[in-house]
């Protein structure tokens, strides 16, 4: 009898957090091909069996070109311009990586019958009611919100794509050589350093464990699953308790932590106070199960042992 062919997979931003989550899952997958896109060299850990490409997605002809020459069966997107203050101060390069690389992305996996599997953000609502389902009114509060509200809409409009958004929330973990940090770790190194840090103690949200969204991912990939889905840790809470818990759970001292209203940051991008999400579509047709906050930082502990 002959086997089914693999699929053949691509993901961009493969030395992200995300990307190297979903490198780490996929490359050991015998159903699935991985073709893995960074900037730069890659950065994952461990020999390579799958074919790594430095692909700056900024390049519109490359990036077109190496979806044409590859023919991936799918597409995950996993690259973008998280950081949500930088996109305040430069929306012209947020627009660019966050809308106009979607774009280019999906227009080239319309030409070539690919799937197209987006990331997308609990930034593109507001905040006044969550925690949200995927039927939720949008209304982004920031640059970087309306970007990738932007990018989901311009997906929904291509004509003939079939695509899947994966919106998620506050992502945690471990991968070796971030380019950027996440709460858990923020909150573990400046009390490490016997620093005091400001956390806000007004804005909501589900904590997200990096492998939990690349389990979500992969199985709307395997189970061809196409539309909106809110994939996030199953717990709603206040950043302040997110933060406590991380401290209290590595041994830290939680007298360093001063509470504080976000109105006293400052921070150039305003941020939604309550989001959050409804899983149950996930968890009622992907039989997505996610790990809790206590869980997800057991296992961020036992990662970051394996990396010392
Ligand atoms: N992290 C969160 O809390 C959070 C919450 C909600 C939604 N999301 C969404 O989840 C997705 C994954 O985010 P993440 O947490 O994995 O973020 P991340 O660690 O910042 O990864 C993003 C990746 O995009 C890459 N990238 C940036 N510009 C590029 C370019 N011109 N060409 C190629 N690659 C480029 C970055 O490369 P370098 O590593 O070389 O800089 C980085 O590896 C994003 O769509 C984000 O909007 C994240």
Redesign the pocket.
Known sequence: MLSAQPLKVLV????????QKLVAKLQTRSAVTLIA????PN?NPGPAEYLYID????DIAATTEVVRTHRPDVVI??????QVDACEQQPELCRQ?NVD?VKTLADSCRAINARFIH?????IFDGESGPYDERAAPAPLSVYGQS?LDAELLIQQTEGLRWAIV?????YGVVPD???S?IVLWVKAQLEAGKEIRVVNDQVRSP?L?EDLAEGIISILMREKTGIWHISGAEIMNVWEIAQQTALFFGLDTGLMIPVSSDTLSQPAKRPPRTGFIILKAETELNYRPFSFKQGLALVKQQLDDLT
């Open positions: 961009t931003g493969a030395n992200g957090l995300l990307g896109t960074g900037k730069g950065r692909l700056d997605l900024l997107h996993g690259a973008a311009m998280t990586l690389v990331v997308s953000t609990d930034f990738k919106r998620t929330v506050l992502v971030m380019s950027r996440n997200t990096a």
